[in-house]
């Protein structure tokens, strides 16, 4: 067995899987993905965690179709140095997918990219929590995920995310060209201390941003929601991390 992911990442073919047992796995250098392979945990994100051990890093990039990264924990990504467009979390390009996956507490103290998330070229986030990440105040960063041309989130939760100063937004921020989608998710929560636009979701880049069947605190650009509201999602305890819905929360079965 491979010691490290990226070593089994390296030793994999065109279309293998990677079955990742349970642990803590410390990253000192982005992980790179760039040959199509379903990288998949044993038993769950709370089970098998990327954790960045030291160093000036991202946790993880996928670029191509035919990636899926699913069932992981990505946290304590950091980077503080040179501008760059992915995310210190996970950044996904191509087409790549990242499934069940926790994003948080994640910095991205540079100019460009996200804390959390970076979606790009019709890649997609599906059932994923993106919590606790910040932008800190670089420019041009989001705090949760930055999302372009084509790319979505689905069945996600994107809350208690930051930015402290420069532009960008505290949760999800549409930039460039193309439309984007936000699909039966939750946006709530984020903060934005130092500009004029949304909090929790905004659109700069002059392209489209879809909000259908989604939960969010509030938005500014051009975003086009369809049956989507604004009312709190009642989450149990979102300071505290408990992201679980109660009982009379508007979001289920919405």
């Known amino acids: 067995a491979a010691r490290s992911l990226q070593n089994a990442v390296d030793a994999t073919m065109n279309g293998d899987e990677v079955w990742v047992a349970d642990g803590t796995y410390y990253v000192t250098e982005e992980i790179a993905v760039a040959v199509p392979m379903q990288i998949r945990s044993v038993n769950g994100p709370e089970w098998a965690i990327l954790r960045r051990l030291e160093g000036d890093t991202g946790i993880i990039r996928l670029a191509g179709a035919g990636i899926t990264l699913d ?3 990505l946290e304590a990504g950091c980077v503080t ?3 760059t467009s992915r ?3 996970a950044s996904a390009d191509q087409g790549a997918v990242i499934r069940n996956c926790i994003i ?3 910095v991205k103290a540079t100019a460009g990219g996200a804390g959390g998330l970076v979606l790009d070229n019709g890649a997609r986030a599906i059932n994923c929590l993106v919590y606790n990440n910040s932008g800190a105040d670089g420019e041009g960063t989001a705090g949760g995920v930055q999302v372009e041309r084509g790319a979505s989130l689905i069945n996600c939760t994107v809350v208690n995310n930051t930015k402290t100063g420069g532009t960008g937004i505290g949760g999800i921020w549409q930039t460039g060209t193309g439309a984007v989608y936000v699909d039966n998710s939750i946006v709530w929560g984020n ?5 004029a636009d949304a909090a929790n979701v905004a659109a700069t880049g002059g392209g489209a941003l879809y909000l259908r069947h989604t939960c969010f605190e509030d938005a500014s650009g ?3 929601p369809l049956n989507s509201f604004s009312s709190d999602p009642l989450l149990v305890d979102a300071a505290a991390s408990n992201l679980h819905l109660e009982a009379a929360s508007p979001c289920l079965n919405a």
């Open 71 to 73: 069932g992981f924990t």
């Open 81 to 83: 140095n040179g501008a």
């Open 87 to 89: 995310a210190a979390g």
């Open 104 to 106: 948080r507490d994640n």
């Open 191 to 195: 903060q934005y201390a130092a500009g």
């Open 222 to 224: 051009q975003q086009s």
